[in-house]
């Protein structure tokens, strides 16, 4: 069965990488959430895509620059205008906190692919285990020296290679580092390579799966999982194809 993730929440429609975007993907049913963390100057793990707050918050500057009291004090949700009430970034720790109240599978993107974090995948691991959350996480990043790295420290944690161009035989090089499951970019991988993938052991969780007949043609497939910014759309669709089969 196809399960689904809501990429940084069920961004389509609340702010990406918030509380609140997580929390209604949870209602709306989706199995998992993705979401991506940065190191605040104070060395906390804090859930946001860029390096720069510039994008989605009313800052401007590098996250690893701002301590996160300061980063608390902007607002994620400023863009959307539908959204009054201001949107803290959130701290991995209240993400991990508010899983405990909940069955949501997470995904942990570490963004350490462009600035390297000294220390960021002890933080993550200590704060997962500290939860007793080891089984409902899977780590991923475009770094595989990072998720490598992780798998080192927490071997009981899952890792996922983020593949952003069509590896050769990406299942062997899965079982080379141990992985589970790849990542792939949905439209870097041709399908039969995505199928061999899954024939081969290796769990298949392409990004960022948006159109409904992507879906649709992933869920006939039985991908492992599909990474979606819209989940509402995603369980629609998987509903429709269980009809019909
Ligand atoms: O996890 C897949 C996807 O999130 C990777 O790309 O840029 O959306 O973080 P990005
Ligand atoms: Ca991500």
Redo the contacts with the bound molecule.
């Keep these: 069965m196809t399960i689904i993730f809501a990429?940084?929440g069920y961004s389509v429609k609340y702010p990406e990488n918030t509380m609140l975007a997580f929390q209604e993907a949870a209602k709306e049913g989706a199995d998992g959430i993705?979401l991506?963390v940065q190191l605040s100057k104070d060395g906390e793990v804090v859930v946001i895509?860029d390096e720069k707050v510039n994008r989605t918050t009313n800052g401007k500057g590098y996250v690893k620059d701002l301590t996160l009291e300061e980063l608390r004090k902007l607002d994620a949700g400023h863009l959307m205008k539908s959204i009054t009430k201001k949107q803290p970034i959130p701290s991995l720790r209240e993400v991990l906190e508010w899983m405990t109240t909940n069955e949501i599978i997470c995904?942990i993107?570490l963004?350490n692919n462009v600035l390297p974090y000294e220390g960021m995948e002890e933080k993550v691991i200590q704060m997962v285990r500290e939860y007793h959350l080891s089984k409902r996480i899977i780590i991923?990043s475009f770094n595989h020296y990072s998720i490598v790295k992780s798998y080192r420290i927490a071997p009981e944690i899952e890792i996922a290679p983020?593949l952003g161009n069509a590896v050769y035989m990406p299942w062997v090089y899965a079982q080379s580092i141990r992985a589970k499951g790849i990542?792939p970019k949905y439209t870097a991988y041709r399908s039969d390579i995505l199928q061999s993938t899954l024939e081969n052991g290796i769990e298949v969780r392409p990004?960022?799966v948006n159109k409904e007949k992507d879906m649709e043609k992933l869920f006939e497939k039985g991908s492992s999982a599909i990474?979606t910014d819209d989940p509402v759309l995603a369980l629609k669709v998987k509903h429709k194809s269980s009809l019909g089969k």
């Design positions: 990429h940084r993705e991506d895509h995904n993107e963004k991923s983020l990542h990004y960022t990474i």
